[in-house]
């Protein structure tokens, strides 16, 4: 499994080819050991630790917004 640190690597990099409004983020909680209660991330990890990581790294506040929570909402849009 790749880290953390490789991950934001790779976003970094689809941001800089300039495809940040075709990215979105996740990560998910399948066992109990990844809660907060068991010593893991918890369901908050992208925005305590990813997201700083990130906008220590160059990543504008206006990217993170892109990502997290534009791109999300055009991707639930509805087009009937």
Same mark, same amino acid.
């Given at each position: 499994m790749i880290s953390d640190g490789q991950?934001? &690597?790779n976003l970094i990099k689809l941001i800089n080819e300039g495809l940040v409004d075709r990215l979105l983020m996740s990560? &998910?909680?399948h066992t109990k050991h990844r /809660? =907060?209660?068991?010593? $893991?991330? $918890?369901?908050?990890h992208i925005y305590t630790n990813i997201l700083p990581r990130? /906008? !220590?790294? $160059?990543? =504008?506040? +206006? !990217?993170? +917004? !892109?990502?997290?929570v534009t791109n999300p909402a055009n991707w639930l849009l509805f087009d009937a």
């Open positions: 991950r934001i &690597d990560h &998910d909680i /809660l =907060t209660s068991y010593g $893991g991330h $918890g369901y908050h990130m /906008l !220590q790294r $160059g990543v =504008t506040p +206006e !990217q993170v +917004e !892109q990502m997290t």
